[in-house]
């Protein structure tokens, strides 16, 4: 078979996802395999490519519907070859020869030429990505949705990180003492009143480890509720607490 | 200062401002302006930051102007911007683009002509991203749509009309030996 010196495996038939995701398609076939035969367009047999064709999705594992493009050029390319067979009146008929006839010769380079384009427009896709515009820069979290999109491991990686810091500290004497998530939350609320952000480690500064934890577990419990939005630039940054105004209106 | 250099002061600062684009017939109707004028303020501080060189070009993309970086700093400034990378278009749809910018207005059954399969969806999914409508109808039975580019394709390659798109190579004229 003259498909066996063709790898197999060089050419993959890409299925259309629903996103319009194809890349191969019947026509990048016909081009694999006329650069496989090294010779010029003009002089490639129909006989040997409408064979080496027909095997090849024919070998390919894939569902008529994926193959549906393909089977159509298989057709029209079987469709050639019978005419080269059956005589003609015409002398200058264009199936006379075993040659691919014009038309489909003219699709392939039409083809190409768009190929070539295609990349001319990815260099100039590339080279329009390189121009930046203002608000380009990393800090523009500002948007709003995205917001709500909290890590809570690198929160909770925050959160030890600081409270190492703290038992260390010889200025912070733990005592007994009964801490009310609900309270805290109120005195949060009444903070968010006033100022738009709030540190989380100002906000802390002074208190025990209990209430440290406590006010964390308010946070979580106020962000649950959609209340505020906690945003953190980067692991073991201070936490800022805000007043999420996409819901509260 | 008379009144030209304010207008032009004051162009300038509208660009800046605006961040990612302003069209021109905006500025023309904020300032109270013809887009004539305008636009003969907007050339010449194109070619102002041109022969500046610096680090920010003003740009125009379609109809709209920008501020926007020197392609040569791009992998200094690399390290600022959120996402490294954008997200680029698929080969099926720069192809399936390239065949509606070059050959447009065009039907479907054009463009799976040229590619040999079926476009439908690559072309939903180009008019989603308002890369390309549909500009009319063909007078042929079923009257099927034509499409064709849109200012947000030319934005987003950042091309200021259709002439700028590179002239279609003829195939026929490379040599085999290079494919």
């Given at each position: 078979m003259v498909l066996s010196e063709i790898k197999t495996n060089q050419f993959k038939i890409d299925i259309q996802t629903k996103e319009g995701i194809s890349k191969n398609g019947p026509l990048d076939l016909l081009w694999m395999l006329i650069e496989s035969y090294e010779v010029d367009i003009f002089n490639v047999s129909l006989t040997r490519i409408t064979n080496d064709f027909c095997l090849y999705i024919e070998k390919n594992d894939i569902t008529i519907d994926e193959k549906a493009d393909f089977i159509v050029m298989g057709t029209r390319l079987i469709y050639y070859k019978s005419k080269l067979l059956t005589p003609s009146s015409n002398i200058d008929d264009d199936y006379e020869s075993d040659s691919l006839p014009l038309e489909l010769v003219e699709q392939l380079l039409q083809y190409k030429k768009f190929q070539g384009a295609a990349k001319n427009l990815r260099e100039i896709e590339e080279m329009a990505n390189m121009n930046m515009v203002r608000g380009?820069?990393?800090?523009?979290?500002?948007?709003?949705?995205?917001?709500?999109?909290?890590?809570l491991v690198a929160l909770l990686k925050a959160f030890q990180q600081f409270l190492l810091s703290v038992e260390k500290s010889e200025l912070m004497s733990i005592e007994e003492e009964e801490i009310n998530t609900e309270l805290i939350i109120n005195e949060l609320r009444k903070i968010l009143l006033l100022e738009s952000e709030v540190s989380f480690f100002l906000f802390i500064k002074k208190f025990t480890l209990l209430k440290i934890i406590g006010t964390f577990l308010a946070l979580l419990e106020m962000a649950k509720m959609r209340e505020i939005m906690i945003v953190q630039d980067s692991q073991n940054d201070d936490i800022k607490i805000k007043k999420n105004y996409i819901n509260n209106n | 200062m008379n009144d030209l250099e304010k207008t032009k002061k004051a162009v300038e600062a509208i660009v800046f401002i605006s961040g990612d684009g302003i069209e021109l017939s905006d500025i023309a109707k904020g300032l109270s302006k013809t887009n004539q004028e305008i636009k003969i303020i907007l050339d010449s501080l194109i070619d102002d930051y041109q022969e500046r060189d610096g680090g920010i070009f003003l740009n125009q993309g379609g109809s709209k102007y920008f501020f926007s970086t020197d392609k040569k700093v791009f992998t200094s400034i690399q390290y600022f911007l959120k996402e490294n990378k954008k997200e680029t278009l698929s080969k099926a749809m720069l192809e399936t683009l390239a065949i509606i910018a070059y050959k447009q207005p065009l039907t479907l059954f054009d463009i799976e002509e040229v590619r040999g399969v079926n476009s439908r969806a690559v072309v939903t999914v180009l008019i989603s991203k308002k890369l390309i409508k549909q500009v009319g109808q063909k007078e042929s039975p079923g009257k099927p749509g034509l499409y064709g580019t849109t200012k947000e394709f030319l934005e987003y390659f950042g091309l200021q009309d259709l002439k700028e798109l590179p002239p279609l190579k003829e195939v026929k004229e490379i040599n085999f030996e290079e494919i």
């Open positions: 380009a820069i990393w800090h523009n979290y500002e948007k709003g949705q995205d917001y709500l999109d909290v890590d | -």
